[in-house]
């Protein structure tokens, strides 16, 4: 009779005594120092493969892919079967599901990583289009059964890998960007709150959209009093800019470092029938400039990249978000509202909002907090990752000090 074929039982990664307590708590990632290196040698493994963790004591902890010359050395994936093209149909069908529940259009932060169960993958969508990023070498090596489900399952048109990210030169793998399936467009569609953008993808920054911040646009919304002048610093695209516009901002000002994204800001603002100013430049030195020829703004955005990359690196980011936040006050008219945000998960919601309190003091003007926002709900939390909540943003109204 003929034999069946069984598939090779996965090899084993055992951790340290009590090194389990936090994934048994919900956390996905083990550390290489969490690794019981005499019985399961890091060196044993190639980046990618799939291992079984288990426990000092033999307990199972799931399956995970793993890097061993990464700090995080493993990433649980919650599943107790090896991945293939059902296990990610399955995934991303659940995660379509909460996007469809929450937006009315195809556009959205498909899937959030290990917060939708794919650990070091992120999908934005843009109609039948999707950008792709992979920041893992475990995920890497999984491509070709997500790139069968996002066509099979999901019905996606093109897929365009962005795989540019310095995350992954932490994992080792090569840079590179990359379609698969139909032509992808340099420029792709977006609609948020029935304004249409046009958005690089290609030479935009990151997935050339941020879907995070779409919940808090909507916030600065009763903020803009009619015939408001408004500062967008870090402007991009002109995403939030041109929300004030549309809510009656007489003018609004973007300032960005790239000449091609300003482009895009004004292209965008004509689009929907409006008209925004440009100025190409350093953001410190633009408000350092706005401010010696005594410009004020009824409303003022600052939404800078992460000035935290690392954890080493926030005493220097604490600094420069008091600064950065000091000269936005010093363009703000009397009364007017700062809209200060932050993408550094090493900077915690208490270390802006006291960047944001020094500031004011510094300038001899008296804060007060409005109301703080997130990211959006197709970013969702793993809440047994903080790693999974970074986006922070505060509505702040700066007016005179007190007689």
Known sequence: MPTTAHAAPLPVLRLKRNEDRRLLAGHLWVFS???????????????GDLVRVLAHNDRSLGLAYVNP?????????????????????????RALALRERLYG??????????????????????????????????????????????FDALGIETVLYKNDGATRELEGLPLYVESAGAAFPDVVRVVEAGLEFRVPVRDGQKTGW??????????????????????????????????????????????DGSAGALQFAAENADRNGHVVRTLKGDAF?????????????????????????????????QAAYRRLNQAAIGVLAPDGVLVSCSCSHHLGVGDLQDAIAKAARGSGRRLQLLE???QGPDHPVHPAIPETRYLKAFFCRIDQSFD
């Open 285 to 317: 030195e633009a408000l350092a400039a706005l401010g010696a020829d005594r410009e004020r703004f009824d409303l003022v955005i600052v939404d800078p990249p992460a000035f935290a990359k690392r954890k080493k690196d926030l005493p220097k980011a």
């Open 33 to 47: 120092n969490e690794v019981d290196t005499g019985q399961t040698p890091l060196s044993r493994f190639e980046a």
């Open 210 to 255: 941020f879907y995070d911040q779409s919940a808090n646009r909507a916030a600065l919304v009763k903020y803009v009093r009619p015939g408001a002048r408004v500062l967008d610093v870090f402007s991009y695209v002109g995403a939030w800019g041109l929300r004030a516009a549309r809510a009656g901002a007489a003018d609004v000002l973007c300032v």
């Open 69 to 93: 010359r990464s700090l995080i050395c493993a990433r649980l994936l919650e599943t107790a079967t090896a991945p293939d093209e059902a296990w990610f149909a399955r995934r991303l069908r």
């Open 372 to 374: 703080s926002g997130a």
């Open 105 to 150: 259009g195809p556009y959205y932060r498909l899937v959030h990583g290990e917060a939708d169960g794919l650990p070091g993958l992120v999908i934005d969508r843009f109609g039948s289009a999707c950008v792709v990023q992979i920041g893992t070498a475990g995920m890497e090596r999984l491509r070709p059964a997500l790139q069968a489900a996002l």
